[in-house]
């Protein structure tokens, strides 16, 4: 790896020569989004605004153990292929979103009582899917979501039935598994809550550098970490803690990855500009606490407009106005966390 300390010697050359030293901030961002298939379907304007606004698209539920195997036996592929396919038709590169997760989970994973049935089983649907975009779906969150939501009591793994049935070792046979059917793919962590001033995330972010040690040490190939970055609009971020676990990432030699942006603003007053102005803030706060330390490999917004999104379902406001959690209103108008957006994609944010 190009290492820290190579960087350091070469701005402090360039310091001692006299001249500014290069602005870590000026790389460009590729930005993207998750695609939902219904939205994806049946609205043409949404496709209009994958091809406009993404270098990336992340089939949002497709890749999803329910959506590829209702079915024990068989896998299916429909959502997903449609979405790989509009992907490369188009030039977007693409992330695959999950090959191990504890929920969306189709009923017969539940019924898995042994260990080596759940090796079984989790092995050949790494392979099977791996391999089916061998070389097209360039970066894995191969494990999502698998730090205890507070590992400051108890942990730190999250209960699943992975967890449940191969102990800590399910991430490992995960990434290994992963590597050896397309070892050119980039291996992702992904997981969420790791940006709050609160002991629960500064635990997290504790925890996700263990793993990722943890899985270097044994030789097993992790490429980056994925914080899916789902912020609420009530917290504040805690930007030296961000700083922090990026220069951690750093020294192990990994990338960051935004992988699931989007403002939950359940509790913000109904006012509309208003709500808009906050998420725009919120976001440039984040991604400027974290593009301060360690630029970003790439920032995924879970969706591109209001019109559909997790968020409304999920977290329902109580005066039962829309969400307005991503860069495009209901209408497909931009609003002002595009703005914000589109400067990393420039390499001005
Ligand atoms: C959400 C999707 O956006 C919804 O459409 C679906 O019904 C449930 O899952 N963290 C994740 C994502 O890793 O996969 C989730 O996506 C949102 C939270």
């Known amino acids: 790896m190009p290492t820290r300390r190579a960087a350091l010697r070469a701005g402090a050359a360039v310091l001692a020569a006299g001249a500014a030293p290069a602005r870590a ?11 939902e298939i219904g939205a994806f379907r049946s609205d043409p304007r949404y496709r209009e605004a994958l091809k406009r606004y993404c270098d990336i698209v992340v089939p949002m539920n497709d890749l999803k153990w329910d959506a590829l195997r209702h079915e024990r036996a068989g896998f299916d592929f429909a959502g997903a292929d449609e979405i790989v396919a509009f ?15 504890g929920e969306a ?7 898995m009582t042994t260990r080596a049935e759940a090796e079984r089983e989790l092995t050949r649907h790494i392979e099977v899917v791996v391999d089916r975009y061998k070389g097209r779906i360039a ?18 793994w999250r209960d699943t039935v992975w967890q449940r049935l191969l102990g800590p070792e399910h991430v490992e046979i995960a990434f290994r598994t992963a590597a050896r059917t397309d070892p050119k793919a980039r291996l992702v962590l992904n997981d969420f809550h790791f940006e709050e001033r609160d002991p629960g995330a500064a635990a997290r972010r504790a925890v996700a550098l263990d793993i990722c040690r943890r899985l270097r040490d044994k030789g097993i190939p992790i490429h980056g970490l994925g914080m899916q970055a789902h912020l609420y609009a009530e917290r504040t971020i805690d930007t030296e803690g961000l700083q922090r676990f990026m220069r951690d990432l750093d020294g192990l030699g990994l990338d960051v990855e935004i992988t699931e942006l989007d403002v939950i603003d359940w509790k913000m007053p109904a006012d509309a500009a208003l709500r808009d102005k906050h998420a725009a803030a919120l976001v440039a706060s984040f991604l400027g606490a974290v593009a301060s330390a360690k630029r970003p490999k790439a920032i995924v917004t879970w969706g ?36 914000v957006l589109e400067r990393y994609r420039r390499g001005t944010g």
């Open 25 to 35: 901030a000026s790389r460009p961002v590729a930005l993207g989004s998750a695609a």
């Open 87 to 101: 992907a490369e038709a188009n030039g977007k590169a693409l992330r695959g979103h999950t090959l191990l997760w």
């Open 105 to 111: 989970l189709p009923p017969w994973v539940g019924e």
């Open 139 to 156: 970066t894995w969150d191969v494990v999502n979501e698998v730090i205890k939501y507070d590992p400051t009591s108890g942990g730190p």
């Open 304 to 339: 591109l407009t209001d019109r559909y999104s997790w968020v409304g379902e999920t977290f329902p406001r109580k005066d039962g106005a829309r969400a307005r959690p991503l860069p495009l209103d209901a209408d497909y108008r931009p609003k002002p966390m595009l703005a």
